[in-house]
């Protein structure tokens, strides 16, 4: 059976969590494969609403195996106070969740460094990081030689491991000037620690990469969960803004260990307008009374952070290039809805930069920067709509600005959704 894969298509927050709630039940396994704690995954469901960071959205559904694969960067605590969150709620988590031994771990130093380098080298424009040490441990991954994965914790002669590269890391800390973040890197304490997580999470640790190898070959329904947004991808987004991993499409197979040729659909997730949290360029914002009333009916603040998010118009420019990067074959419009109470909506449709109109999306920031929108202007609809569950029931302007959206971006739209519940959905057909 083909694998699909859920992306979202611009900085993150679009909703991909109910997508990966509804589309769990057509499937066997829920992978989440790329980034860590900084992800905030919200599923509301029989009138609860849940918050996720680390654990695959499909764990509603208890006869679903959940995997945190390879590509994920794990702090063991925020994981283990999540299980006991959703496990405090019913929610069952035993046998149905599955943690790789490859998955690399955040520990109290890269928390420190997060907190040192977020606004070191970009002119003083935070990065946007939730300082909760992901970036670093990305870090850490890919020098080699200061990186602990979840399987070496059980392994003989970590505790002298951890001593070393605290050792280090102390007097890394302390040579940029971090005294204090210095002396609080106990050895012997973060062994002990960090051991009592590893006796916790055992029973979930294993081969994540073998396990879904077989999964592909026993033609098991596979559906991978992206984190973060296309836009923030280290290679492909809005260099340096981003996250520290391959958030986009191109990162599935690197971060979930399944080839690229079981991967036969890619569902691309869009909001209906535009957000972004923390800095770096943003064509479409609206830093306004239009751009704070987005925030305020949309709850745009972030899930993990609580921060307010950036909010401004549809950018189909931004939107097409993700599509294109990610492979995607259909598109999900969520929040619908929050849109309802403006009088006319705007798409923008391409930029306008140095005299020339391009539909271009530029590879540099300081280009970002520079382009100004150009516009459509659609009529609002003005009429609430959260109660709709056919595409014939929207209204006549709510079709025509999802049409508008469709036909910008290059694919058909199969799902619309207009409210948190799962049964606030519309789908393609209906």
């Known amino acids: 059976m083909p694998a699909t894969s859920v992306i979202g298509l611009q900085w993150g927050d679009e909703a991909k969590g109910k997508v990966v709630d509804l589309l ?50 794990i702090h063991p605590a925020t994981l283990l106070a999540e299980v006991e969150n959703l496990k405090s709620r019913g929610v069952y988590v035993g046998s149905n969740l599955m943690v790789s031994e490859r998955a690399h771990v955040i520990f109290p130093w890269h928390i420190e460094e997060d907190r040192l380098f977020n606004d070191a080298c ?50 890394t800390l302390a040579g940029l000037g971090a005294h204090e973040a210095a002396a609080s890197l106990d050895p012997d304490g973060i062994y002990k620690e960090y051991a009592g997580y590893a006796e916790r999470l ?109 909010c401004g118009w549809f950018d189909a420019v931004a939107v097409r290039y993700t599509t294109r990067l990610s492979g995607v074959d259909a598109l999900a419009v969520m929040l619908l809805d929050v849109l309802s109470e403006l009088p006319e909506l705007r798409i923008c449709v391409a930029y306008e930069w140095k005299g020339k109109t391009t539909t271009r999306f530029p590879a540099h920031v300081d280009e970002l920067r520079e382009v100004q929108p150009v516009y459509e202007t659609l009529p609002g609809w003005q009429q609430e709509i959260s109660h709709v569950r056919r595409v014939r029931d929207l209204p006549l302007s709510a079709r025509a600005y999802l049409d508008r959206i469709a036909s910008l971006v290059g694919r058909p739209i199969e799902i619309v959704s207009v409210g948190p519940d799962r049964e606030q959905t519309i789908f393609a057909g209906q």
């Open 202 to 310: 055992q029973p979930f640790v294993g081969d994540t990469t073998d396990f879904l190898l077989d999964a592909c070959e026993n033609e098991k329904r596979i559906l991978l969960e992206g984190a973060q947004g296309a836009l923030l991808d280290i290679d492909h987004g809005t260099f340096p803004f981003v996250t520290a991993s391959n958030s986009s499409g191109v990162g599935v197979s690197s971060g979930s260990g399944v080839p690229g040729r079981y991967v036969t659909k890619v569902i691309g997730v869009v909001k209906a307008y535009s957000t972004r949290v923390g800095g770096g360029p943003f064509p479409t914002e609206q830093d306004n009374e239009t751009g704070q009333h987005i925030r305020q009916r949309g709850n745009e603040y972030g899930t993990v952070t609580r921060r307010p998010r950036r």
């Open 122 to 171: 970009t002119g003083g424009e935070a990065i946007g990081t939730t300082l909760r040490g992901i970036g670093p441990c990305y870090r850490d991954k890919a020098g080699r030689s200061f990186a602990i994965r979840l399987g070496d914790l059980y392994r003989p002669g970590i505790a002298d491991r951890i001593a070393q590269v605290a050792e280090f890391k102390r007097k």
């Open 24 to 73: 769990t039940e057509q499937h066997e396994i829920v992978v989440r494969y790329q980034g860590g704690a900084n992800a905030g995954h919200t599923v509301v469901a029989n009138g609860q609403t849940y918050k996720l960071s680390l654990i695959p959205s499909g764990i509603f559904r208890p006869e679903v195996r959940c995997v945190v694969a390879a590509g994920v960067v």
